[in-house]
């Protein structure tokens, strides 16, 4: 083999090994980052929001007390209200009775939505042998969904005793009518013809609020106080537990008053007003009285109950 032969086969055979250790050197860098600590970054799934995950956000968290108002009824919780009249703000407020405005405490209670009507009162009767309503063939004052009328405050303590109620003191009545702003009527402070059963300008035709006499009791749901309590002014005067007094207010308790022990006049406390009534008896804060034995086409009745106290 000539020299000049020999050197170029021995410069192909260099060129080869050179091709031969950098692959080598490749391939070991590449197996050095197999297993390693090194990791591939992957991108995240990002989850869209479905309706199911949204609906699940939106649901309020669960009450930790929690009431069962009992049905029919409404919910008065407790605490402070103004009861009696501001002569600065209502000059319709009856000096004799209504004053001073003052702030009393309530425990919470239950009363009815509605006022007690001649179907509920039928079934006591029937239940108990009581004796019924006055007006019971009356048909102007007979309707089953009229408010019972022409009974005494003792027949209407006997029914809520039946059921498992009572009556509601004054001071209970005028908080589920008229809340704890000390407003005038249940709605507000301006008075509405449409929101109550009364006597509109002495005509006695129903020409303002729809109705000649008492209405149906679950009429007037626009005029509800800020309870939910239908009709606590006008349709029929309500009897409540109390006995009468012109001066309690000046000497009653500042939590729970329940009225004066006795009644020189003999006479308990009826609240409300009825259809029979004009404008300045369609107040919250209006007082009124009658014999205990006394029945009549204006006066009803609502009953109340205590409700649980809340730890």
């Given at each position: 083999m000539?020299?000049?032969?020999?050197?170029?086969?021995?410069?192909?055979?260099?060129n080869k090994?050179?091709?031969?250790?950098?692959?080598?050197?490749?391939?070991?860098?590449?197996l050095?980052?197999?297993?390693?600590?090194?990791?591939?970054?992957?991108?995240?799934?990002?989850?869209?929001?479905?309706?199911?995950?949204?609906?699940?956000?939106?649901?309020?968290?669960?009450?930790e007390?929690?009431?069962?108002?009992?049905?029919?009824?409404?919910f008065?919780?407790?605490?402070?209200?103004?009861?009696?009249?501001?002569?600065?703000?209502?000059?319709?407020?009856?000096?004799?009775?209504?004053?001073?405005?003052?702030?009393?405490?309530?425990?919470?209670?239950f009363?009815?939505?509605?006022?007690?009507?001649?179907?509920?009162?039928?079934?006591?009767?029937?239940?108990?042998?009581?004796?019924?309503?006055?007006?019971?063939?009356?048909p102007?004052?007979?309707?089953?969904?009229?408010?019972?009328v022409?009974?005494?405050?003792?027949?209407?303590?006997?029914?809520?005793?039946?059921?498992?109620?009572?009556?509601?003191?004054?001071?209970?009545?005028?908080?589920?009518?008229?809340?704890t702003?000390?407003?005038?009527?249940?709605?507000?402070?301006?008075?509405?013809p449409?929101?109550?059963?009364?006597?509109?300008?002495?005509?006695?035709?129903?020409?303002?609020?729809?109705?000649?006499?008492?209405?149906?009791?679950?009429?007037?749901?626009?005029?509800?106080?800020p309870?939910?309590?239908?009709?606590?002014?006008g349709n029929?005067?309500e009897?409540?537990?109390?006995?009468?007094?012109?001066?309690?207010?000046?000497?009653?308790?500042?939590?729970?008053?329940?009225?004066?022990?006795?009644?020189?006049?003999?006479?308990?406390?009826?609240?409300?007003?009825?259809?029979?009534?004009?404008?300045?008896?369609?107040?919250?804060?209006?007082?009124?009285?009658?014999?205990?034995?006394a029945?009549?086409?204006?006066?009803?009745?609502?009953?109340?109950?205590?409700?649980?106290?809340?730890?």
């Amino acid at each position: 083999m000539h020299t000049s032969q020999l050197t170029h086969l021995t410069m192909k055979i260099q060129n080869k090994l050179k091709s031969l250790i950098c692959l080598l050197i490749l391939l070991m860098f590449v197996l050095s980052g197999c297993g390693g600590d090194e990791k591939i970054p992957v991108e995240e799934e990002v989850l869209e929001p479905t309706d199911e995950m949204e609906i699940l956000e939106e649901l309020p968290k669960e009450e930790e007390n929690t009431i069962d108002i009992p049905e029919g009824m409404v919910f008065v919780p407790a605490g402070d209200f103004l009861m009696g009249s501001d002569p600065d703000k209502d000059p319709m407020a009856d000096p004799l009775d209504e004053l001073p405005q003052h702030k009393v405490y309530l425990d919470a209670f239950f009363i009815d939505k509605f006022e007690v009507s001649n179907a509920d009162y039928s079934k006591f009767v029937a239940a108990t042998g009581h004796r019924n309503s006055i007006f019971w063939d009356n048909p102007k004052f007979n309707h089953p969904d009229q408010p019972v009328v022409g009974v005494t405050w003792g027949d209407a303590a006997a029914y809520a005793e039946w059921v498992g109620k009572r009556l509601p003191t004054e001071a209970e009545w005028e908080k589920a009518a008229r809340g704890t702003d000390g407003r005038i009527w249940p709605w507000g402070n301006e008075f509405d013809p449409t929101k109550c059963n009364f006597d509109d300008e002495g005509k006695f035709d129903g020409h303002l609020d729809g109705f000649a006499m008492a209405a149906p009791v679950d009429s007037f749901h626009q005029g509800a106080s800020p309870y939910g309590a239908v009709n606590m002014v006008g349709n029929v005067a309500e009897w409540v537990s109390d006995w009468f007094d012109t001066d309690y207010y000046s000497v009653s308790p500042k939590e729970n008053p329940k009225g004066p022990k006795t009644s020189g006049m003999g006479k308990k406390s009826w609240r409300g007003a009825s259809w029979f009534a004009g404008l300045d008896h369609m107040r919250c804060a209006f007082r009124e009285y009658d014999d205990i034995v006394a029945s009549g086409q204006i006066i009803g009745f609502r009953c109340a109950m205590d409700a649980p106290k809340v730890e």
